[in-house]
C-alpha cells in the first residue's frame, strides 16, 4: 500500500516537473498546479490518516503497557504468595518428619514397655514377691509399669493425631500452591500475549512512521514544483502587466478602490501564526482579508485588463486543517486584473465570477462575489497586488 501510494505520487511528480518545464501559457500552467495541489491535498489528507492512526495506535501501546504493568504487578504478588507457601509446605513437611520420628521413638518404648509388662504378667506373685525386695516393692514395680505403659499409649495417639492434622494442612496448602502455580502460569501466559499485540502495534507505528516520513518528502517535492508554478504565474503576470502597458492602459497612481463592503480585516498582509486560521492557510499572507457575507459584490480595484480567471472550484464552504481545499493553488476561484504601469490586482475565494479572461473592466465594476472556495476558514475576499510580479503589501494602495 505504502509502496504504491508512494510510486503513484512520483509518477505524478516526475510528470509535473516535464509540464512545468515545457508550459508556456498560464492555463496550461495553472492547470499544472491544481493537478499538483490536488495530490498535495491527497498526500496530507493521508498523513492526516496517518497521524491519526499512529494517536489510535499509540493509545492501544499506551493500554497495553498499562495492562503488561498490572500483569506484572499481579505476577509479583502471585510469586510472594507462591513463595510463602512453598515456605509454608516445606515448614510442615518438616514438622511432619519430626511428629514422624517422634512417633517412631514413642513406639518403641512402648514396645519394649508392653514386652516387659506382658513378661511381667506370667510370672506369678510368688516369683514377684521372691523377686521383690518387699511386697510394697513388687506392688509398686507392677503399678509403675502399667502407668508408663498407659502413657505410652495416650502418647502415640496425641502424636498420631498431630500427624493427621499436619498431614490436613499440608495437604491444604498444597492445593492452595497448585492453585496459585496455576494462576501464575496464566498470568505469564497472558503477559506474553500482551508483549507479543506490544510488539506488533509498534511495528506497525513503526511502518506509518516511515510512510508518514515518506509522503512528507513527496509533499516538500510537490510543494517546491508548485512554488516554481507560482513563480512562473508571478512571472505571467509581470508580463502581461507589460502587454496591459503596451495597450495603453496604465495606473497613474492614487487609492485603489476597495474591492468590497467588508465587515472587519480578518487578516492582514504578512506574518501570520496558524492558530489565526485554525492552522489552515498560509504563514506568509500575501494579501489582505475582507470578511464579508458570501454573495457581496467584488468589484475592480481600478481600470484594466483581465489577465486570468480560475473558476473550476465547488468547495464553496468553511475549512478545517484536515478538510483543506488547494484548488486555485488554494486560492479558490480567483480574477487577476492589470492594470498598467506592471501593477496587478489579485481577488480570491469567489463564490462566482462574472468577467473573462481578456475582458477590460472598469474602476468600480464587478467582477464576481465573495464567497469561501479554496484554502478558506470562513466566507471573505482574499485580495492581493502583485507589483513588477512580486506580492506587495495592498494597505498603502488601499489608503489604509
Not at 517422634?102 to 510368688?126: F, I, W
Not at 480560475?310 to 480574477?335: D, E, I, L, P
Amino acid at each position: 500500500m505504502i509502496k504504491k501510494t508512494i510510486s503513484g505520487i512520483l509518477a505524478i511528480i516526475i510528470i509535473s516537473i516535464s509540464v512545468v518545464s515545457f508550459a508556456t501559457s498560464s492555463q496550461d500552467l495553472k492547470d499544472k498546479q491544481n493537478e499538483i495541489q490536488n495530490k498535495i491535498k491527497e498526500t496530507e489528507g493521508r498523513i492526516d490518516e496517518i497521524q491519526d492512526e499512529k494517536d489510535s495506535t499509540q493509545s492501544e501501546l499506551d493500554r497495553l503497557n498499562q495492562e503488561i504493568d498490572e500483569k506484572e504487578e499481579e505476577i509479583e504478588i502471585i510469586t510472594r504468595e507462591l513463595n510463602q507457601l512453598n515456605k509454608e509446605v516445606s515448614e510442615l513437611e518438616a514438622k511432619l518428619k519430626e511428629q514422624e520420628e517422634k512417633y517412631d521413638n514413642q513406639y518403641e518404648a512402648l514396645c519394649s514397655r508392653m514386652v516387659a509388662q506382658y513378661k511381667m504378667g506370667t510370672v506369678s506373685y510368688l516369683d514377684v514377691l521372691l523377686s521383690s525386695k518387699s511386697l510394697s516393692d513388687f506392688i509398686s514395680r507392677y503399678y509403675i509399669i502399667g502407668k508408663v505403659a498407659e502413657y505410652d499409649s495416650k502418647l502415640l495417639e496425641q502424636i498420631e493425631t498431630q500427624k493427621r492434622e499436619i498431614e490436613v494442612s499440608k495437604n491444604e496448602v498444597q492445593k492452595k500452591q497448585s492453585e496459585v502455580s496455576a494462576k501464575q502460569s496464566k498470568l505469564k501466559l497472558e503477559e506474553i500475549t500482551l508483549t507479543n499485540k506490544k510488539g506488533t502495534k509498534n511495528k506497525y507505528l513503526s511502518q506509518l512512521s516511515e510512510e508518514e516520513r515518506e509522503l512528507q518528502k513527496l509533499n516538500d517535492q510537490l510543494n517546491e514544483d508548485s512554488k516554481k508554478i507560482e513563480n512562473e504565474l508571478q512571472e505571467i503576470a509581470r508580463r502581461e502587466a507589460e502587454k496591459a502597458n503596451q495597450s495603453g492602459i496604465k495606473y497613474t497612481g492614487g487609492k485603489l478602490a476597495v474591492p468590497c463592503n467588508y465587515t472587519r480585516i480578518s487578516s492582514p498582509f504578512g506574518y501570520r501564526g496558524s492558530a489565526a486560521t485554525g492552522g489552515v492557510g498560509s504563514s506568509n499572507h500575501k494579501g489582505i482579508d475582507f470578511a464579508a457575507p458570501q454573495g457581496t459584490p467584488i468589484v475592480s480595484g481600478e481600470a484594466g485588463v483581465v489577465i486570468k480567471v480560475s473558476n473550476t472550484c465547488t468547495h464553496n464552504y468553511a475549512k478545517t486543517a484536515k478538510t483543506r481545499c488547494r484548488c486555485g493553488g488554494g486560492y479558490g476561484n480567483y480574477v487577476m486584473v492589470a492594470h498598467g504601469s506592471d501593477l496587478v490586482t489579485l481577488y480570491a475565494h469567489c463564490t462566482s465570477i462574472n468577467v473573462s479572461t481578456g475582458q477590460k473592466v472598469a474602476r468600480g465594476q464587478q467582477i464576481g462575489t465573495v464567497g469561501c472556495t479554496g484554502y478558506s476558514t470562513g466566507n471573505h475576499l482574499h485580495f492581493s497586488v502583485l507589483l513588477n510580479g512580486t506580492y506587495v503589501n495592498p494597505a498603502p494602495y488601499l489608503g489604509m
